[in-house]
């Protein structure tokens, strides 16, 4: 069964589901602009007895809406206060795009928390992929009294891949028009932060993953050579694996902690 609940942090309050379980957690990261909502379906088909937490990063999903414009370094301060809030000591960080960028900065900022770190979609960007993603994202969910933002979300989230089912397709959109806000904030520094900075400096066990239908593909045959010491694992899938394929990514993710990890 997954549960819900809510962890209070400096800020405000950080919502997560978890599946129970034993042993060294493993807490996830999610992308933009979704919500711990699309590692449910990873939840179900993990093989292990390993608990897995999912939690909404602060602007998305059940979490706290923060005031101004949060640096990476503070989404990730926030996210590591959860993690120590809930007692759960040091666990296997697990990050999909975005989610990425925060786990890296929490494993580079928050050693002692880091058993381990995989990550879909390592976004080893070089500064002129990052200038050229700020002209895609974000996107402008200013909202209308038409009504024209809620297309345009819907169309967006078909964009990135978000339409391989409609159930699929409306919860992201369901997810971005609550993001509205916390979208437009994390893509204004995402492109800013130094991850490949970060991705050298990771001391704990590291594995990479990607398919060969994510836009972050690119980035992903470059962290390979960046860290030849981090296992790399190709998925099946687009830019939405564990909902296009739960059960490849929950036993790919779970054979990398399990080396790390005597409870899995």
Same mark, same amino acid.
């Given at each position: 069964m997954i549960r819900r609940g809510y962890v209070d942090v400096g800020d405000g309050q950080i919502h997560y589901r978890v599946?129970?379980?034993?042993?060294?957690?493993?807490?996830?990261?999610?992308?933009?602009?979704?919500? +711990?909502?699309?590692?449910?379906?990873v939840m179900r088909a993990w093989p292990g007895a390993h608990p897995v937490y999912a939690l909404d990063t602060p602007g998305f999903g059940g979490?706290?809406?923060?005031?101004?414009?949060?640096?990476?370094?503070?989404?990730?301060?926030?996210?590591? #206060?959860?993690?120590?809030?809930? +007692?759960?000591?040091?666990?296997?960080?697990? +990050?999909?795009?975005?989610?990425?960028s925060v786990a890296v900065e929490i494993a580079v900022r928050y050693p002692t928390l880091a058993?381990?770190?995989?990550?879909?979609?390592?976004?080893?960007?070089?500064? #002129?992929e990052a200038q050229f993603f700020k002209t895609l994202y974000p996107k402008d969910f200013v909202l209308k009294a038409d009504g024209s933002h809620v297309k345009k979300m819907w169309e967006y989230v078909?964009?990135?891949?978000?339409?391989?089912?409609?159930?699929?397709?409306?919860r992201e959109f369901v997810d971005t028009a609550?993001?509205?806000?916390?979208?437009?904030?994390?893509y204004s520094v995402i492109w800013d932060q130094d991850f490949t900075g970060h991705f050298r400096q990771v001391k704990c066990p590291m594995a990479i993953l990607c398919s060969q239908g994510d836009i972050l593909w690119p980035m992903?045959?470059?962290?390979?050579?960046?860290?030849?010491?981090?296992?790399?694992? #190709?998925? #099946?899938?687009?830019?939405?694996?564990?909902?296009?394929?739960?059960?490849?990514?929950?036993?790919?993710?779970? +054979?990398?902690?399990?080396?790390?990890?005597?409870?899995a």
């Open positions: 599946r129970a379980g034993r042993g060294t957690p493993v807490v996830c990261f999610h992308q933009t602009a979704s919500s +711990g909502a699309m590692y449910e379906a979490s706290y809406d923060p005031e101004g414009q949060p640096t990476m370094a503070q989404y990730a301060d926030r996210l590591a #206060e959860a993690i120590q809030a809930l +007692g759960l000591g040091a666990v296997h960080l697990f +990050g999909h795009h975005t989610g990425a058993r381990s770190l995989a990550m879909i979609g390592p976004v080893t960007i070089t500064a #002129e078909a964009e990135i891949g978000g339409a391989s089912s409609l159930a699929l397709h409306h609550r993001a509205w806000q916390g979208h437009l904030k994390v992903y045959e470059r962290a390979k050579s960046l860290r030849p010491d981090a296992t790399a694992i #190709e998925l #099946e899938g687009t830019n939405f694996q564990p909902d296009e394929a739960p059960a490849n990514v929950a036993q790919a993710v779970h +054979g990398f902690v399990s080396q790390h990890d005597r409870g």
